[in-house]
C-alpha cells in the first residue's frame, strides 16, 4: 500500500491545519492508520491512531482536546485535524497503515507516507 499524505503548511500558533492520508490503489476500510511526527532530532513519535472502522481512536498526551483523528471511508482517507496548533508541534507528519486493528508504536506499521511539513510559527 502506498500512502500519500498532505495538507502540511506554516501556521501560526494558535492556528488550524488538517491533514490527509489516503493510499494509492487500495481500499483503505481494512487498515488501521497511525499519524506520527518527528521533529529535527528527535525520534519519531505516535500522535493519533484510529481502528478499520473509525469506531475508536487514541491520541498521545500532548495532543489531547486539540487533535482530531477521523476516517471517511467512502473517500478513502484519514484525516488528523489540528487545532491550537504550538511551535512544539513543528515537524513532519507521517501517516502509516497496517492490517490490524488498532496500533500506537511506529515498528508494528508496514506502509508508510512520505510525510507532510507542518511548521508552527511563533
Known amino acids: 500500500v502506498q500512502l500519500q499524505a498532505s495538507g502540511g503548511g506554516l501556521v501560526q500558533t494558535g492556528g488550524s491545519l488538517r491533514l490527509s492520508c489516503a493510499p494509492s490503489g487500495r481500499t483503505f476500510d481494512r487498515y488501521a492508520v497511525g499519524w506520527f511526527r518527528q521533529a529535527p532530532g528527535k525520534e519519531r513519535e505516535f500522535v493519533a491512531a484510529i481502528t478499520r472502522s473509525g469506531d475508536s481512536t487514541t491520541y498521545t498526551n500532548s495532543v489531547k482536546g486539540r487533535f482530531t483523528i477521523s476516517r471517511d471511508n467512502a473517500k478513502n482517507t484519514v484525516y488528523l485535524q489540528m487545532n491550537s496548533l504550538k511551535p512544539e508541534d513543528t515537524a513532519v507528519y507521517y501517516c502509516?497503515?497496517?492490517?490490524?486493528?488498532?496500533?500506537?508504536?511506529?515498528?508494528?506499521?508496514?506502509?508508510w507516507g512520505q510525510g507532510t511539513q507542518v511548521t508552527v510559527s511563533s
Open positions: 502509516a497503515a497496517d492490517r490490524f486493528e488498532i496500533g500506537t508504536t511506529s515498528d508494528v506499521y508496514s506502509y
